[in-house]
């Protein structure tokens, strides 16, 4: 018997835009279909661009960074791991560079992971993974912090939202200490106008005043001076950026207990040679959430994971 087309009874549904991802000469450039973008340099797993739906960029990257792997990249998001700002000289850290060696190793892209395919309504997040391992690094890096390790790095971008998370493994027969932070550079209009809030009542440690002790006592911390400040927060409050008394940026936390706040100022950005252009450090601020004020550790074939969301709000 001869049989018929017939409609199909089944409706298709029609497609929807899909985020695009693409890897080229080692960049990671993600877009979803709102106009949101991210990107991602495989050196150090650095992000060096995120822009809103407005195509404003969020975050600061130097004119003068050095995109070729020569050394860290200033600006974005470098990922500092196993340790924060110089290493202790009596610690297993000891003999690696200053905020160690994630931010100048070359990662591997592991792949996109969108929301699309979990779920046909949503097409507005995308997930890029990318990972280090210690058998990536050098043969010099692994003599000075010889453990077995893996790290994976998610960077997931949303409308107006960007979170990165960092799972650790320990895959060795030994435990391990470690420190690690979201270095992240934020763009700020005008840093005179710009404060920040949530870090009330929390502890810090102020490497300007020579590395003491205070207790925040301002609910809007305004920034005038050098600031480089390491705020330990155990409770992990929202940290608002306001600029003209305006919420700009939130951040919220998950298992990293500690947050930088830092911004050079016009004599120490003066001598850093790969900072451009000069007066950039009027429009830029670190709001670097991590686990640096005591060490992690991680036994034997644990894990560990934290994670931090920046959501614009200008
Ligand atoms: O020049 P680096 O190694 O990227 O560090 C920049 C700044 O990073 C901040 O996190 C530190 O608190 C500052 O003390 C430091 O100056």
Redesign the pocket.
């Known amino acids: 018997m001869e049989r018929k087309n017939r409609p199909s009874s089944i409706a298709m549904s029609p497609s929807l835009p899909q985020p695009t991802v693409s890897l080229e000469d080692n960049i990671v450039t993600a877009r979803l279909p709102s106009g949101d973008s991210c990107q991602v340099y495989l050196y150090g797993a650095t992000v060096t661009s995120w822009k809103t739906s407005d195509n404003t960029e969020r975050l600061f990257l130097s004119s003068a960074a050095a995109l070729d792997g020569s050394k860290?990249i200033?600006g974005g998001i470098?990922l500092v791991f196993p340790v924060f700002?110089p290493p202790p000289k009596d610690h297993a850290t000891g003999q690696l560079p200053?905020?160690g060696f994630a931010r100048n190793s070359v990662w591997e892209f592991l792949g996109k992971n969108s929301s699309e395919s979990m779920n046909a309504k949503a097409d507005d997040t995308v997930k890029l993974d990318f990972g280090l391992s210690s058998a990536m690094l050098s043969e010099d890096m692994r003599k000075k912090w010889p453990y077995e390790f893996g790290l994976v790095y998610s960077v997931t971008l949303g409308k107006g939202k960007l979170e990165v998370q960092l799972h650790v493994q320990n895959k060795g027969d030994k435990a391990f200490d470690f420190q690690c932070l979201f270095?992240s550079y934020f763009t700020v209009k005008d840093i005179s106008k710009t404060t920040v809030s949530g870090l009330e009542g929390a502890s810090y440690v102020d490497?300007v005043r020579k590395v003491q002790t205070f207790t925040e006592e301002s609910s809007d911390i305004p920034i005038t001076s050098e600031t480089?400040r390491?705020y330990s927060t155990p409770s992990i409050p929202p940290i608002t950026v306001k600029e003209g008394g305006k919420d700009s940026l939130t951040c919220t936390r998950d298992a990293l207990p500690d947050c930088?706040v830092?911004n050079?100022w016009e004599d120490k950005i003066a001598s850093?040679g790969d900072f451009e252009p000069k007066d950039a450090w009027k429009r830029y601020l670190?709001i670097?959430p991590g686990a640096v004020s005591s060490w992690t550790k991680l036994e034997a074939g644990d894990a560990w994971e934290g994670s931090a969301a920046f959501e614009a709000k200008l």
């Open positions: 860290p200033r470098p700002g200053q905020h270095h490497k480089d390491v930088t830092w050079g850093m670190c670097e």
